[in-house]
T-cell receptor, first 110, second 114 residues
């Protein structure tokens, strides 16, 4: 069945360092969404990517959708303590399937 | 807008008991999703509805789980009988259109089955 793999599972960085999480789907996706979940909270929508090769930026966050629409990445430049949390991708297929990646938990040393 | 409302926020029950989780989506949203989150299995989609109709229930673990959406403003997720392995945080989310619009998550129900 369709799978969305997300790596790494955990990432511990020094404040100010960069951070990247990757999602890879076993099938071509219609679009992909990214969510952030703070500890003890609920997932909150960050962005949606639809087009092949699309790149979107939100301040220090850069989101990419692969040319084949099977992979995506989220890159945070110069992490801050407010970036702590778990980042999820959610892949949508044309078969009305929605699959969340396993998430990458980001922790930061001040 | 109050956002997605879930009740109860916490539920502690004993094995074998029936558990009903409730969700009120954001008014005007067409799609509703039920998720389960555990440390071991992460965030799993259990079922989602479009216009009150179940579209994909392949994530429902087994016959002990059932979900209904009798109208556009209310949904339930029922577990009968409950088991300790059902302990998790259950999230409800709603969106304008599944696969196109962002999902808005509720605060979750933390279920503990003893």
């Amino acid at each position: 069945g369709q799978q969305v793999m997300q790596i790494p599972q955990y990432q511990h960085v020094q404040e100010g360092e960069d951070f990247t999480t990757y999602c890879n789907s076993s099938t071509t996706l219609s679009n992909i969404q990214w969510y952030k979940q703070r500890p003890g909270g609920h997932p909150v929508f960050l962005i949606q990517l639809v087009k092949s090769g699309e790149v979107k930026k939100q301040k220090r966050l850069t989101f990419q959708f692969g040319e084949a629409k099977k992979n995506s990445s989220l890159h945070i430049t110069a992490t801050q303590t407010t970036d702590v949390g778990t980042y999820f991708c959610a892949g949508y297929s044309s078969a009305s399937k929605i699959i969340f990646g396993s998430g990458t938990r980001l922790s930061i040393r001040p | 807008d109050a956002g997605v409302i879930q009740s109860p926020r916490h539920e502690v029950t004993e094995m074998g008991q029936e558990v009903t989780l409730r969700c009120k989506p954001i008014s005007g949203h067409n799609s509703l999703f039920w998720y389960r989150q555990t440390m071991m299995r992460g965030l799993e989609l259990l079922i989602y509805f479009n216009n009150n109709v179940p579209i994909d229930d392949s994530g429902m673990p087994e016959d002990r789980f059932s979900a209904k959406m009798p109208n556009a403003s209310f949904s339930t997720l029922k577990i009968q009988p409950s088991e300790p392995r059902d302990s998790a945080v259950y999230f409800c989310a709603s969106s304008g259109l599944a696969g196109v619009s962002e999902q808005f998550f509720g605060p979750g129900t933390r279920l503990t089955v003893l």
